[in-house]
């Protein structure tokens, strides 16, 4: 019953699939813009699709959610901690008004962060991984020179490691301290036993939040040692660095629109074994900065956090953020329910607001009747947008507020559910101020809404403006059926003028340059001026092969009448009318109302790319892509009925497509990842629909999440059937249809450890069942290497190939 090693290169160990597909795997992807505030240059990003296996296998150190390479003081993973800091592979500058394009030549062996612009965009500031530290360069539109500031290494630890001032002239640092030393020593004895204890009060803290946790008292000491950072000032034109205030673990970092105020925040002892340094004590001070030593005033003083309601929010003040029409004011949020989402109370949150000199008691200006969830500043003071959300409803909230005016009344703009697509309003368009600030893009009483426009067509993306006396909205621009085309940003400062992002199934994306021309009769939902485009940049197509695969959208309903919708993909030189081997990709989404659960979501006007399971169209295989796989259902008792709606929502799909006449209903295999991977093996253990299955990354038995998931906020202990109910782990000896099962061996996801697919191979096998466990070295949540995917694409097709395309007759 032991599984038998697949063929692999000598020199690696890892095994490639066949040339069609590396080709397709190695050929770059189309960048992506990346426009500055003036909307007259944008930069052209192309990331690194596959890291080697060398730099992914990179040794790293685990400290309470980050993952920190101590060669370099870099951070290894990205800030979900899913996947490996990506890099930069290119940057191109574009002149909007002409197309014209430069190349600017990166520093060799480069590892570039994604760049951020000043707000006048006449610079940007990225970091660099190098291979003894992280270094701060810096690009000028006028020359398209790039330098580098000597003598700042950055400390990226915990993000915010650069940042503009509002002057645009300095930019705000985290440098690793000079005088930092040699890290600590690991103890060659250890110097006691690991002790944990809890005092008897009850309370949960949600699986995710414990990702890589401290271990001991030797963590305790690499943390602070890789955490400590020293604020400096660095003057991009002479390259004249200041130092600010000590060394201390700082975490957030935000400077005031004056530019004379700094919200800082940095971490405190004790430290949690349980939880990540998001939940550890943190101090929140603003500093006066002035020529010699900033003056500091204490805004709160938070406790560990190791108690906080699954889906909820720590006790205290929280989400601090300055208003940004002012020059230096606070703003901030407090639990009024206790950060409990099941307690019922008129108001769940109270807003403070503290004004400079931060010398007085802070104002509470408003209260929301559900979970504050943030402001967007108007560009006028008496103008601000208030956003609150109902985790128990999924329901959203925006009213237009005067928060200097407690008596002028809230004014309702949009009332719907978080699963609602179709009237989604889209979000607010901003604008960058001279000195940084980030406020609604004002026209006399007109903002703008920019969202993706989902439709029973599938998604055209919109811009509107509204009237904030009237609350009448104008639909400016839609992108046309045929194609997917996003609003960028305007240029200049009317509203005749935008930036798009356009791109068709055959056309990769580019800028276009639109100008917004006179009124004209239009049907509802459409554009109501004429519009005429000039391209601005020109990408060409980097795998003309890839064309020949046909996509469409396809509308079907579920046993019970739920509208459901998935992507049909075809392989290259398809027939009309053969049916071929099939794979169904997946991944299911929990929602509170049927309505919003059948909603189409997605585009099938995007340029076609193949990543990861796509690939298997070129062996191929039909895709049964994204299909809609809802559980429908109160969120307070979500997965009750997990299972029958499971294998309903692939019966429908599975069924669509054989009468199609694509699918060959005798040779299906179905795959997904993470939570879909879940699904996989229960659709695997509960059905009867599929030959094989790939499972990758997922969690399979969920008593080991024992307080929620998902959706799912009931402890093992309240909904103990529940939980094994969702677990293929107990139903192993039911599996005997093949299953591969891969997984990364340091995935960080706490749901998804990669114990998970090593048991359920065990019981599986221990079962007689036929399965394969394939655990890719050093790899995350979210494959990184070129190796690593190339051997999931391989295995993959041999699996597939094996037991589906050429699967004996049932």
Known sequence: MTAQAAPASPATGYSQPPKNVLDVMNAPSPAQPLANPARDHLLLVTMQDYPSIARVATPFLKLAGVRIEPKNHSRHDTRSGYGITPCVRSLDLVTVADGSLRHLALPPQACPGVPQWSADGQRFAFENIAEDSVELWVGEVKTGALRRIPGVRLNPMFDNALQWMPDQKRLLVKRVPETLGKAPAQPAV????RIQQSDGKSGQSSTYETRDTLTGPYDEQLFDYYGQSQLALVDVASGKVANIGKPALYTDLDTAPDGQHLLVS???RP????????????????WQLSAKAPVIHAIASLPLAERVPVHGEPLGPRDFAWRQNEAATLVWAEALDGGDWQVKVPARDKVMMLRAPFKSAPLEILRTEQRFAGFSWGERPETALLTE???????????????????????????????????????????????????LRQQGEEIFL?????????DRPFLDSLNLKTLQKQRLFRSDATRYEQFIGFVGAGSEHLLTWSQSPVEPPNAFLRTLGARSEAAAG?????????AVTHQADPTPEVRAIQKRLVKYKRADGVDLSFTLYT?????????????LYAYPLDYADAGAAGQVSGSQATFTRLRNYRLLLLAGYAIIDNAAFPVIGDPKRAYDNYMEQLVGDAKAAVDEAVRLGVT?????????HSHGALMTANLIAHSSLFRAGVATSGSYNKTLTPFGFQSERRSVWEAPEVYQKVSPFFYADKIKTPLLIVHGEDDANPGTTPLQGVKLFEAIRGNGGTTRLVMLPHEPHWYASLESNEQLIYEMISWFDKYVKNAAAR
């Not at 074994?273 to 004590?281: A, D, K, M, N």
């Open 190 to 193: 250890p110097p006691g036993p």
């Open 266 to 268: 940095k971490l405190r």
């Open 271 to 286: 430290y949690s074994y349980l939880v990540t340094y998001e939940r550890f004590p943190h101090d929140v001070e603003v």
């Open 389 to 439: 959300f109902d985790q128990n409803r999924h329901w959203t909230r925006g009213f237009l507020v005067n928060v200097d005016d407690a008596k002028q009344p809230q004014r309702l703009l949009w009332d719907l559910s978080t699963d609602e697509k179709y009237a989604n309003p889209g979000h607010p368009v901003a604008r960058r101020l001279a000195n940084g600030a980030i406020v």
């Open 450 to 458: 920019a969202g993706a426009g989902a439709s029973p067509a599938g």
């Open 526 to 534: 459409e554009a109501v001026f004429s519009s005429e485009r000039k």
């Open 571 to 583: 392989p290259p030189g398809y027939k009309e009318g053969t049916r071929v081997p099939t794979i």
């Open 664 to 672: 060959d209903p005798d040779r299906v295999g179905v795959t997904g």
